[in-house]
């Protein structure tokens, strides 16, 4: 039987994704995170974050200050995640980089830092795919 489309991925509980939109994506399900940078398998630094914004961007660094992350998925080649027993590890790999990310439940919401999801025009139609928080309708 001939199927008219080709059909894409389904990631269950692990896997590894290199398109940038399935990046995001992933990532969309982070808030808080433990987390462990590492240069060529060396520990550089460790700690707990929070991420404050997602983008897609070929001209912008990943940085990750006074306990913020800016996360730029085009900084790294791939990204693997894995759950066990209910724990979720997520593992952005770039050349001779990973930084390992362990989402935190957080009990409250937290106040006055929304997640701002932006992804480069130039990569996407952000109108079809992020919505931002300021953006819903008031009808």
């Not at 489309?5 to 990532?27: C, H, Q, S």
């Not at 991420?51 to 080649?77: E, H, Q, W, Y």
């Not at 990310?101 to 109108?127: C, K």
């Amino acid at each position: 039987m001939q199927h008219p489309r080709e059909l894409t991925p389904t990631l269950i509980g692990t896997g590894t994704l290199t398109n940038l939109r399935d990046m995001v994506r992933a990532m969309e399900t982070v808030e808080s995170f433990g987390y462990r940078y590492a240069v060529d398998g060396e520990a550089i630094t460790e700690g707990r974050a929070s991420l404050v914004k997602i983008m897609a961007d070929p001209d912008s660094a990943t940085l990750l200050v006074n306990g913020c992350l800016f996360l730029n998925v085009a900084s790294f080649r791939y990204l693997n995640f894995s759950s066990e027993d209910g724990n979720t590890r997520i593992e952005l790999h770039g050349d001779g980089i990973v930084l390992e990310m362990d989402p935190i439940d957080e009990p409250e919401p937290r106040e006055g830092r929304p997640v701002i999801r932006l992804m480069d025009e130039i990569a996407f139609d952000p109108q079809t795919y992020v919505r931002l928080d300021d953006d819903e309708d008031e009808d």
